[in-house]
């Protein structure tokens, strides 16, 4: 069964850092890719960040590039999202997804379903 976990949110200043874990099982890690979506009041998904972990390619949401980090540990099966100057508008649900890896020629921001979720996590960004 394909599960993923994540934990590491809460509240956070203005300026402040925060480190999301998404712990996964249930499925060979190196063979899917696994993005960080985030969900805030009133908004539809939207993608933050995503990696395949096959090639270690990353993608990067245009709000969230020079700050956030993502990352993955094969031998943990987890991928970590560094959050750094955080903004009160990072305040949402964050999940992490996952959907198999579909080769080098495919972001996996492009033509991924990621049916998989985690539960998500909040981050809250005070002002």
């Known amino acids: ?15 402040g850092s925060l480190r999301l874990s998404c712990a ?9 890719a696994i993005g960080w979506f985030r969900q805030a009041p009133g908004k539809e998904h939207e993608v933050v ?3 395949s972990v096959e090639d270690g390619r990353t993608y990067y949401a245009d709000f969230v590039k020079g700050r956030f980090t993502i990352s993955a540990d094969n031998a ?6 560094q959050m750094n100057t955080l903004k009160p508008e990072d305040t949402a649900v964050y999940y992490c997804a996952t959907d198999r890896y579909k080769g080098p020629k495919t972001p996996c921001n492009s033509d991924y379903d990621y049916g998989y979720w985690g539960q998500g996590t ?3 960004v005070s002002s």
């Open 49 to 51: 960040s995503c990696i």
């Open 76 to 81: 943990k099966n987890t991928v970590y999202l």
């Open 24 to 32: 996964t099982s249930g499925f060979s890690f190196d063979d899917y």
């Open 122 to 124: 909040q981050v809250t």
């Open 1 to 15: 069964e394909v599960q993923l976990v994540e934990s590491g949110g809460g509240l956070v200043q203005t300026g």
